[in-house]
Every structure is written in C-alpha cells, then in structure tokens.
C-alpha cells in the first residue's frame, strides 16, 4: 500500500501531499513517492475536484527552516546556520 506522511489543506484550499523524512534511504523513499503522486492528473473528493501540490519535508535538528526552490543567498544562509558541507549544499540547489 502506497500512503503519504502528511496530507493537509492550506488556508488557500489546496491538498499538500508531504512525505517527511530524515536519513538518506528515507528520503530517496520519500522522493520517489513523490514523484508518483505528482503524475497524477486529477484529485477529486466525492466529485469535487481538488487543487494539490507535493513537497517533500526534511526532519531532524535544524535551525531554522527553508522552502525550495530559495534563492541562492537564503540557502547559503541556512547551510551555514546548519553547518551543512558543499556537497548538502549541492544537493538542495
């Protein structure tokens, strides 16, 4: 059975599919689902189509927090503030 973490409705009414992980083969667990659920063509509850994004949500002991795509000054910053090394910060660009 295929399930989401998370799923929940913004105060703007669109259905956010989150998978929330925190060690690497999670997080490769995490994406591919993902990307199923984003290949999805339509959301509908009893009849009523539903706007929905996916998003993946990084957990563990961070500082602060970061929605992606940001720009590259704000992830620089928040690399830093987590003493995140080149290659994690490669990864999130």
Do not use: W
Not at 26 to 35: A, E, H, R, Y
Request: charged share 30%; aromatic share 6%; glycine share 6%.
């Amino acid at each position: 059975m295929l399930t989401a973490d998370e799923v929940f409705q913004t105060s703007d009414g669109i259905l956010i599919i989150q998978e929330s992980k925190n060690a690497e083969d999670d997080i490769k667990d995490g994406l591919f689902k993902l990307l199923l659920y984003s290949s999805i063509d339509n959301l509908s509850l009893e009849g009523v189509r539903i706007a929905f994004r996916t998003r993946p949500r990084l957990t563990g002991e961070f500082k602060g927090s970061i929605e992606l795509p940001a720009d590259a000054d704000r992830l620089r910053k928040f690399c830093e503030q987590n003493a995140l090394n080149k290659v994690h910060h490669d990864r999130l660009r």
